[in-house]
């Protein structure tokens, strides 16, 4: 039985659905719940959409509350776990910097000081107001982003919606966010190749994933370079400047939302990272500035224990439904 597979795309990605061990039918209706969840939370979290709730909620900065669910309550309480282990430099609430640094700019052009210095007191998680039942930006001009936990999440939505569906083998790609949930379908585990950070298409290294999850943060995506200098989309919010000590950090953990939060809070760590990634006890590959490679060693993961005490209250921050 061949694998059956699906691609589509959302949150400006190309997307991939791997499923072994199923009929195509099966596979099939099992691939479009999936899928349709991940559009789901696209519409509801984007900042694209005038009708989506991260739009009411930043439309609504400075006024009054704006009512929740317990889903984005659960998204809140994850944020700000990640605040509070990044030592504020991961925040929900630092996407306002983009009125700053503009990584489309044609000609290439850095913020000043004072461009920077204007929006970062509108970053500040630490005083928005919120609870179980709603939200409140306090002042005029804040705004919050999902994006730095999105599209992780969607991927473990996914592989949730497809184990409930009978899917027992399955690998969940979102834009390179990967999810894998049990070995293929004759025990070999699922092999996925992480992005070179400086050669378009080629893999600088190869890992494998039994269940598991795979995320990688780097400086390639969005960037602009001057005179030299490459300033990376990734900005710590503590400064409003862009992160320069990595190329890129993969990080591999039990879900692909942890997963993806560690790699980046690690680039956010810069030379701190290796010893906030010890903590986490996981495999971690990272490719510094000057194209040095360092991590560990470990090659293949299959759902490890988690081994932190940052590691267990990340999870428990979760969405009930999705700490598998």
């Known amino acids: 039985m061949s694998n059956y597979r699906a691609t589509f795309r959302a949150m400006a990605c190309a997307h991939e659905i791997e499923l072994a061990g199923a009929d195509d039918a099966a596979a099939q209706r099992a691939a479009n719940a999936a899928i349709a969840d991940v559009q789901r939370i696209e519409q509801k979290y984007t900042r694209y959409r005038d009708d989506s709730l991260t739009s009411r909620i930043n439309r609504a900065a400075g006024g009054a509350a704006v009512p929740i669910d317990a889903e984005t309550a659960a ?3 994850y944020a700000d776990a990640c605040h509070q282990l990044s030592h504020g430099k991961f925040d929900l609430t630092s996407g306002v910097l983009r009125q700053a640094w503009n990584f489309r700019s044609d000609p290439p052009t850095r913020p000043t000081q004072q461009a920077i210095d204007r929006v970062l007191p ?3 998680w630490s005083g928005v107001e919120w609870d179980d039942a709603s939200i409140r930006l306090p002042r005029i001009g804040m705004q919050i982003d999902f994006g730095g936990i999105g599209k992780e999440y969607a991927a473990d939505r996914a592989a949730t919606i497809l184990q409930e569906h009978g899917m027992r083998h399955g690998l969940v790609n ?3 966010d990967v999810r ?3 070995a ?3 025990g070999a585990p699922w092999r996925v190749g992480i992005r070179h950070p400086r050669r378009d298409g080629a893999a600088i290294v190869g890992v494998e994933l039994a269940d598991g999850a795979l995320a990688t943060s780097g400086d390639y995506e969005r960037f602009i370079e001057i005179d030299g200098v490459r300033y ?5 919010a503590t400064t409003g400047m862009p992160v320069q000590h990595w190329q890129s950090i993969s990080v591999m953990a039990r879900l692909c939302v942890m997963a993806g939060s ?3 809070i690690a680039m956010l760590l810069q030379d701190e990272a290796p010893a906030f990634l010890a903590e986490q006890a996981t495999w971690w590959h990272g490719v510094l500035a000057d194209g040095r490679v360092v991590g560990t060693a470990q090659a293949t993961f299959a759902s490890p224990a988690l081994r932190s005490d940052a590691m267990l209250r990340l999870h428990r921050s ?4 999705d700490q598998s």
């Open 75 to 77: 998204l809140l309480r």
């Open 122 to 124: 509108l970053v500040d």
């Open 174 to 176: 979102l834009g390179g």
């Open 180 to 182: 894998a949930f049990g």
């Open 184 to 186: 293929q379908a004759d």
């Open 232 to 236: 990376c989309h990734i900005l710590d």
């Open 262 to 264: 560690c790699s980046t």
């Open 318 to 321: 979760l969405p009930p439904g």
